[in-house]
């Protein structure tokens, strides 16, 4: 029954998301009903979005003003003449979805690992079976007139004041000394709030404070405020709780102090104490990716997700948990991928240079999925999906789990890169000469470093090209390292003494429009490398100049670009990179005699041209 329906938007903003699936669901109830929403009348539309509005849709936001501004979307879109604006209070609400308790977690006290004090929580359950009782009854009480509404008002505020508020407390109890608040009696003050029997004096030592981290951080707890997507009219968790889909576009912001401008530890550690955030925590955290994994908590099982994220979820390393959780815990429905961010008036975001891809996911068992890639931000029809199993993944690219995602490829191409992975029998460029970044970094050493020439001057990825190197780069401005502190600040057994070899340097950005993503070439001992060059020493087994003529090759630019996301060519994605296993055990003769075939062989092509 799609009155049954739940559809949630976890980061909301003004709603526009939640908009859209009122209309598609309005139209599929008008459908269910034996009409077709090209025929019946506007009245008929705006009835069954009205119907939807109330029963099928929530959304959260930590932005109050973003939440009032939801309302009035949905409202707008719902107006109809003679009838009071629908009531949107119990399903639009104002917090921090990724910071909550979990209801299972709240009868001990947190962060200790054998805590033997626990609070009676039998009461829980028959204090949730009479909240979803009466939030059944503020969806069944129509919205006819201006009373109707305030009576549904009213309906809300008292399952908070009689059933769910005291659990709240609770909740904002639990979750607060994750964040620096101390509470040893814990268990006791719990009890108290339960009996409403709670002295001013512990309120005011322990209620009052958490009350405050409560405040700054806006904690949201699911359960309790959508008690009745969770729990059944008896207070039992349902056979199958959760929500039908989870969809939006959640902010991409990275988790740091410099990013928000505040310290962020204590919510890296509450991410980091939470089993389900696990596939979300990575070496830079990233909202979109802790968000991703709360829908997925959140999501009923065979119920579907779908958001539209950064393209680096496909391939960067900092994803990889998220991408090998999706991969395998989940059906990946279809992937659309948008590389272009360069033209604002053909990329997804005109704001916002940034590749992106939106995602559908089943919670169910992973099985086979397509991936469609876009030369720019409309999803076109006639371009062919690649078909992929989850497992190829894993044999595409067993360290990183990168899903291809470059603009033309075929299913062909892909089989393709597996033939190749195939071939070298899975070996890669990292087991034999792996690379890694320059070893002065401009600035952590910028103590060392000068404009002025009066040290040796620092290469840059400037410097490098293709099989040749420029002296006088036409980008960036000369920077000179004083080599003597520089060394004495380091000890020999690190990459700072490597200036002592000939090395492989390749560029580490490269536009993704670039015409040659790796761009390498030889650089003699004695040079110093910047953090903007990355480098491969003393490689084993092979020849330096082999080498060098395999990232420089199409075969490698191609497989390089089937996976690149973003403008940088990082070591981890040169390391993957297939290599076949050379032998040497061929007798010296025998080298020379198919060298001098294959010299006939080339010559002849040339002269040919075939």
Not at 421 to 438: D, E, R, W
Not at 459 to 472: K, M, P, S, T, V
Request: proline share 5%; charged share 25%; aromatic share 12%.
């Amino acid at each position: 029954m799609i009155f049954d329906l739940k559809v949630l938007d976890p980061a909301m903003g003004s709603g526009h998301f939640l908009v859209e699936a009122t209309d598609f669901l309005a139209k599929a109830l008008i459908k269910a009903l034996g009409a077709s929403p090209k025929e019946v009348g506007e009245d008929e539309i705006r009835w069954a979005r009205r119907e939807i509005v109330e029963r099928c849709i929530f959304g959260v936001d930590l932005n109050s003003l973003a939440v009032e501004l939801a309302k009035l979307a949905l409202w707008l879109r719902t107006m109809a003449k003679g009838k009071p604006l629908n009531f949107l209070d119990h399903h639009l609400k104002v917090g921090n979805s990724l910071i909550g308790a979990k209801l299972d977690k709240i009868q001990s006290l947190p962060l200790q690992k054998d805590s033997l004090e626990f609070f009676d929580t039998s009461n829980l359950t028959q204090d949730l079976a009479k909240a979803v009782k009466s939030y059944f009854i503020i969806q069944k009480e129509p919205a006819e007139n201006v009373e109707n509404i305030k009576n549904k008002a009213k309906t809300l505020n008292y399952i908070n004041e009689m059933w769910l508020d005291k659990w709240k407390r609770i909740g904002n109890l639990w979750t607060s000394i994750h964040f620096g608040f101390e509470c040893k009696p814990y268990c006791k003050i719990c009890k108290l709030i339960l009996e409403d029997k709670l002295p001013t004096y512990f309120k005011k030592k322990f209620l009052d404070p958490a009350l405050e981290i409560t405040d700054k951080k806006q904690f949201f707890h699911w359960e309790l405020e959508f008690p009745e997507v969770f729990y059944d009219e008896f207070g039992r968790i349902r056979e199958n709780p959760g929500f039908d889909a989870v969809v939006g576009n959640p902010p991409y912001d990275v988790i740091s102090e410099k990013e928000q401008q505040k310290e962020v530890k204590e919510d890296k550690n509450f991410f980091s104490s939470l089993s389900f955030y696990k596939p979300a925590i990575g070496s830079k955290l990233n909202f979109y990716r802790l968000f991703a994994t709360l829908s997925l908590e959140l999501l009923k099982k065979n119920g579907r997700h779908g958001f539209i994220v950064p393209l680096a979820l496909l391939a960067d390393k900092q994803a990889k948990p998220l991408r090998k959780f999706l991969l395998t815990k989940t059906h990946i429905e279809k992937i659309e991928a948008f590389p272009q961010k360069d033209d604002p008036f053909n990329r997804v975001f005109f704001e916002a240079k940034l590749s992106t891809c939106v995602y559908i996911v089943e919670k169910s068992t992973p099985t086979l999925f397509f991936i469609r890639v876009h030369p720019g931000k409309d999803i076109l029809k006639g371009i062919i999906p690649l078909e992929i199993y989850p497992d190829q993944i894993e044999e595409f690219d067993s360290d990183n789990l990168s899903i291809p995602c470059y603009p033309g490829m075929t299913t062909k191409d892909f089989h393709l890169a597996l033939k190749l992975i195939k071939v070298c029998k899975g070996n890669v460029l990292k087991n034999l000469a792996p690379s890694q970044q320059g070893e002065v970094n401009l600035t952590s050493h910028a103590e060392f470093l000068s404009y002025n020439p009066n040290g040796q001057i620092v290469l840059r990825g400037a410097h490098i090209d293709r099989y040749q190197f420029n002296e006088e780069p036409k980008q960036g401005t000369p920077v000179y390292l004083n080599i003597e502190k520089f060394l004495q600040a380091h000890s020999k057994n690190t990459k700072a003494y490597d200036y002592q070899y000939t090395r492989i340097g390749y560029q580490r950005g490269a536009a993704i429009d670039n015409w040659r993503r790796i761009i390498a070439t030889i650089i003699e001992k004695g040079n110093f490398c910047s953090d903007t060059v990355n480098y491969i020493v003393n490689p084993k087994q092979l020849n330096l100049f082999a080498i060098l003529a395999f990232l420089n090759s199409s075969l490698w630019e191609w497989r390089f670009r089937l996976t690149s996301t973003n403008n940088h060519v990082n070591a981890y994605e040169i390391n993957g990179m297939p290599m076949p296993c050379i032998s040497f055990v061929t007798p010296e003769n025998e080298r020379k005699r198919l060298l001098k075939e294959f010299k006939k062989m080339y010559y002849n092509f040339l002269k040919e041209g075939n």
